[in-house]
């Protein structure tokens, strides 16, 4: 008779070769997860090789998800379960196993051959180096193929099911269902329904091995999460940004077109954006990015809301573009997804190291606003953000996500279709001015007193042609401008309009008042600020916490609330960029930079600690 114990919390790994379709398994527990109703965070982690090399430490691909009965800011710190397919996967992520945890190993991997090629003198399973640890080996391979002899497929393919019979082992081991997988499966293999069958049979064959195994005597049970009421579904960053997009064309009534590139890790925005021309997108894979971002900013020009998305690199090649849309002042929205640089740098790994390029790298004056998400669900909302402040100021916003953000989930709360700002634009219909002669003329750069935004005249409308261009415009007529003063006027003009853009109030969340420290984040970071500010109240220690997503510009009391406290600690995946802009904006203000690159995010344990470092220091 098995033993259910019931926990409020659990992380778990699941890890392997990144052709043991560790991220398939991963995603299939997290949805059965939501359905459940916990709260969740993710954590897919995998080589930037599509095949990388097999049983080595570089190949490893790993999925972590930390799931509990109350909210969840982190997808943990550290595994308590992990799932290890081969002896790469056990030796890359031992040690971030939590002291006593369980290891469920393949020990069908754990050949003499395997076990050199990764560093093993002895067999880690027989020469008591895991003692310390709850240790389950199980014959994965070969109870798969054994489970599914009667199929008609052949023994590789049979393999291949393993990692389905490791989720069932671990569904049944965490009491999570399995029916949608089974769904899911018959609708992935549709044209090949034996292997859908198969996968089906190595998922109950894993459930039963855990409800008839002697060594697994104790089965889990996390409660569902007490979430404020409404419909919810797990989410990814990507999967937002592109919900945010296409919300964001019907909020304004107007077409989306999509001019984009395939890079990681942005291209599931891509992907998941051209499912959807019935709400009026239209993708464009172009052929490279500068064509990406040029199809885009003529979309805007047609009349059309235009969106470009990319990572890093990619952004580089379109920042010729994004200046000529400073110029026309039209709306642009651009998503760049960060990654690891420069240069190619590390494709799958995260960073937040984009932000000065996004400030600054541009030829000429050329300032746009900048907004950044600060999870998967915030994606939604920052692109309808994004798009309100492109529309309304008629400039191009760049949308700062990172690896993290874009291939993590959570749940995600439905709004309410009511709920959805009102985007909608008027464009310029009829002359706005009338010359020395008396008659009606169009002024294409006559601006709104309160957005500084210039008129939106679609091509083609009766009257009211004008010249585009990059060369400078005269103020007013749209004319070609080498004038001096002229030109002194229009670049503090677009500036001054950026500087201008409407933005809420910067939150602080400082509980007691009394606080002297003040934990200020920007991104991803939201996070594991969140976990580590709570864990340090939790031992009574004081402190605020306050969170950027609007970048530039930023919030009117942004100085205010700093010039509250005795130190300001800035915690970045780079190495300190919006610490320096807030040192050359608020010099005054006493900024302590806490900074990784490792392609990782940062743990809440560290971060706690960091921060206990600075206040006991004063």
Partial sequence: MNTVRQLDRVVIRFAGDSGDGMQLTGDRFTAETAKLGNDLSTLPNYPAEIRAPAGTLPGVSSFQIHFADTDILTPGDQPEVLIAMNPAALKANLRDLKPGGTIVVNTDEFTKRNLTKVG?????????????????????????????????????????????????????????????????????????????????????????????????????????????????????????LAWGITASGVASGLPVFLGAYPITPASDILHELSKHKRFGVTTVQAEDEIAAAGAALGASWGGALGVTTSSGPGIALKSETISLAVSLELPLVVVDVQRAGPSTGMPTKTEQADLVMAMFGRH??????????????????????????????????????????????????????????????????????????????????????????????????????????????????????????????????????????????????????????????????????????????????????????????????????LEQYDKVVVPEMNLGQLALLLRGNFPGTDVVGYNKVRGLPFTSNELTDALEEVIKNG
Wanted: charged share 25%; net charge negative; hydrophobic share 40%.
């Fill in 364 to 561: 000429g004056e050329a300032p746009i606003a900048v907004l950044a998400p600060q999870s998967p669900s915030d994606c939604f909302d920052i692109m309808l953000e994004a798009a309100r402040i492109a529309l309304t100021y008629r400039t191009p916003v760049m949308v700062l996500s990172d690896g993290y953000i874009a291939n993590g989930a959570e749940p995600w709360k439905l709004p309410e279709l009511a709920d959805l700002p009102d985007l909608s634009v008027e464009f310029a219909t009829e002359p706005n001015a009338v010359d020395a002669k008396g008659e009606e003329i169009f002024l294409p750069f006559q601006r709104d007193p309160e957005t500084l935004a210039r008129p939106w005249a679609v091509p083609g409308t009766p009257g009211l042609q004008h010249r585009i261009g990059g060369i400078e415009k005269a103020d007013g007529t749209g004319d070609i401008s080498y004038d001096p003063v002229n030109h002194d006027h229009m670049v503090r003009t677009r500036a001054a309009k950026i500087a201008g853009v409407k933005v809420p109030d910067l939150e602080v969340d400082d509980p007691t008042g009394d606080a002297k420290v003040l934990v200020l984040g920007w991104g991803s970071t939201w996070g594991p600020i969140g976990a580590a500010v709570r864990a340090l109240r939790e031992k009574g220690v004081s402190i605020a916490r306050a969170h950027l997503r609007y970048l530039n510009p930023m919030p009117r009391n942004t100085g205010h609330v």
């Fill in 120 to 240: 093993y003198d002895d067999n880690p399973l027989e020469d008591g180096s895991l003692d310390d640890y709850q240790l389950h080996p199980v014959a994965l391979a070969s109870l798969t193929i054994a489970a599914l002899a009667d199929f008609d497929i052949s023994k590789k393919d049979a393999e291949r099911s393993k990692n389905m019979f490791a989720l069932g082992l671990v569904s049944w081991m965490y009491s999570r269902p399995t029916e949608a997988t089974e769904e899911f499966l018959r609708g992935k293999f549709k044209s090949k329904p034996a292997i859908a069958e198969a996968n089906i049979a190595a998922l109950k064959a894993g459930w039963n091995y855990g409800e008839t195994a002697e060594a697994f005597a104790v089965r889990f049970e996390i409660p569902p999460a007490k979430l404020a009421a409404g419909t919810y579904r797990n989410i990814t960053g990507n999967t937002a």
